[in-house]
C-alpha cells in the first residue's frame, strides 16, 4: 500500500504542476478588459485597436502551436514549460513600464508565444500520463485555464484602485508564473519524459476531419475571445463601473470553471459526445439572445449561461479532437494543429467586433453574429460521430 501512494506521488504533483502553470495561460488578456476604460484614459486606444490586446496574442498563439511541439521535442518537455512560463511573466511584468500602445500590444504577443508552447504540449502529456482519466485531466487543465481568467477580470479593477495604476492591475498576475515555475521546477526531477516518437509525425493539413475539428474549435473559441474582450466594455457603456464589470466577468469566468469540471465528468460516461455538445451551444445561444434583449435584467443569468456553455464547450472541443486518435503522440499533433488553426480563427472575433462597435456604435451585432455561428456549430457537431473516427483519420 505504501508503495502504491508513493508510486502516485510524482502524479498528483504533476497534476498540481500542470494546473498551476493552467492558471497563467489568460490572465494577460483577461485582466484588459475590466481596465480599458482606465487603459483608454492614458493611452489613445480606438475600439478596434484596442482588440488587437486579445486578437494579437490569440493569433500569436495560433502561430506558435505549429512548431510548439517540435520545441518541445527538441528541448524536453520540461525545459519548454520553464522557458513559456518565463517568457509569459516578463511580458506580464514589463507591463509596469508601458508608455504607448504598440508597447501594450507587443506584451500581449510576447505572452501569447510562451502561452502558445505549453497549450501544444499539454494535451499529449495529459492523454500520456493520465491515459485512463484523459477527460478528467482535461477537464481539469482548461478549467484551471479558465480558473485563471476568472481571478485576473475580478481582482485586477481591484489592484488598480488599491495602487491607483492600471500597469499594475495588468503586471501583477506575473506572480502566478513566479509560483508555477517553482512547482514546476519541483516536480520535474521525479516525472518520465514523453516517449520519443518512433517515426515522424505525419501532417494533418490534407485531413478534412482534422479541419472540420479545427474550425469547430476556432469558432467555439471565438465566442470566448469575444467574450473576455468585450463583456465588461459592453456593460461600462451600460453605465456600471469597471469594478462591477470586471465582477460580472469573473463570475462568468467561475461559471466557465464550475461548467469546466462537471461537464468533461458527465460526458466521460460515453465516447458520444454529441449530445453534451449540442446542450452546450443551446446554453451560449441563450445567453447571448439574453444579452442583446435585456442585458439590465436578469444581469447575472446571461453571463452564467454563457459561462456554462463556453466553459465546457472548451475542453469537450480538445476532448473530442484526441478522442480521434489513440496513439497519445499523434493525438497530440492533432490538437496541435486544432488549437494553431482554431486560435487563428478565434483571434479575428476580437476585431471584427470592436470594428462592428466602432461602426455601429454598440456590440450588440457582434452578439447577434456570435449567436449565428453557434447555430451553424449545432450542424456541424451531428458529424462528430464516435463510429466513424478511424474512418476519417486513416
Known amino acids: 500500500m505504501e508503495n502504491i501512494r508513493a508510486a502516485s506521488r510524482p502524479a498528483v504533483w504533476l497534476m498540481v504542476s ?42 500569436a498563439m495560433g502561430l506558435a502551436m505549429f512548431f510548439g511541439i517540435a520545441l518541445g521535442r527538441r528541448l524536453g518537455e520540461q525545459r519548454t514549460v520553464v522557458l513559456s512560463l518565463l517568457i509569459i511573466g516578463v511580458a506580464t511584468v514589463s507591463r509596469l513600464f508601458l508608455d504607448s500602445a504598440a508597447e501594450l500590444i507587443l506584451s500581449a504577443i510576447v505572452a501569447g508565444v510562451g502561452i502558445a508552447l505549453i497549450q501544444a504540449l499539454m494535451p499529449a502529456l495529459i492523454k500520456s500520463r493520465f491515459s485512463d482519466n484523459v477527460a478528467l485531466c482535461m477537464g481539469l487543465y482548461v478549467t ?65 476531419r482534422a479541419w472540420l475539428l479545427a474550425i469547430f474549435f476556432g469558432l467555439g473559441t471565438a465566442s470566448y475571445t469575444c467574450v473576455l474582450a468585450w463583456l465588461a466594455p459592453y456593460y461600462v457603456e451600460k453605465g456600471w463601473s469597471e469594478q462591477d464589470a470586471g465582477l460580472l466577468l469573473g463570475f462568468l469566468t467561475a461559471m466557465e470553471v464550475v461548467s469546466g469540471l462537471l461537464t468533461p465528468a458527465i460526458a466521460n460516461r460515453s465516447r458520444d459526445r454529441r449530445l453534451v455538445l449540442v446542450a452546450l451551444l443551446g446554453l451560449i445561444i441563450a445567453g447571448f439572445v439574453g444579452l442583446i434583449l435585456i442585458p439590465q435584467h436578469l444581469s447575472l443569468l446571461w453571463p452564467c449561461l454563457l459561462g456554462l456553455g463556453i466553459g465546457g464547450l472548451f475542453p469537450m472541443s480538445l476532448i473530442v479532437s484526441l478522442d480521434h486518435l489513440d496513439n497519445p503522440q499523434r493525438a497530440g499533433g492533432l490538437t496541435a494543429f486544432v488549437q494553431g488553426i482554431g486560435y487563428l480563427i478565434a483571434g479575428l472575433s476580437p476585431l471584427i467586433a470592436g470594428m462592428i462597435r466602432d461602426q455601429l456604435g454598440s456590440f450588440e451585432w457582434a452578439w447577434w453574429s456570435l449567436t449565428a455561428v453557434m447555430v451553424v456549430m449545432i450542424a456541424m457537431v451531428l458529424r462528430f460521430d464516435p463510429r466513424h473516427y478511424a474512418k476519417h483519420m486513416r
Do not use: C, E, K, Y
Open 144 to 208: 484551471s485555464i479558465m480558473g485563471g481568467a476568472a481571478i485576473a477580470a475580478s481582482f485586477a479593477p481591484l489592484v488598480m484602485v488599491r495602487t491607483d495604476s492600471w500597469r499594475m492591475g495588468l503586471a501583477i498576475w506575473a506572480v502566478l508564473a513566479f509560483v508555477a515555475l517553482l512547482f514546476w521546477l519541483g516536480q520535474r526531477s521525479h516525472a518520465p519524459a514523453l516517449a520519443a516518437p518512433t517515426q515522424r509525425q505525419a501532417s494533418f493539413f490534407a485531413n478534412s
Open 18 to 59: 500542470i494546473i498551476l502553470v493552467a492558471l497563467n495561460l489568460r490572465p494577460s488578456m483577461a485582466a484588459v478588459g475590466p481596465l480599458l476604460s482606465a487603459i483608454r484614459g492614458d493611452i489613445p486606444l480606438s475600439f478596434s485597436l484596442a482588440s488587437l490586446l486579445t486578437m494579437l496574442p490569440v493569433m
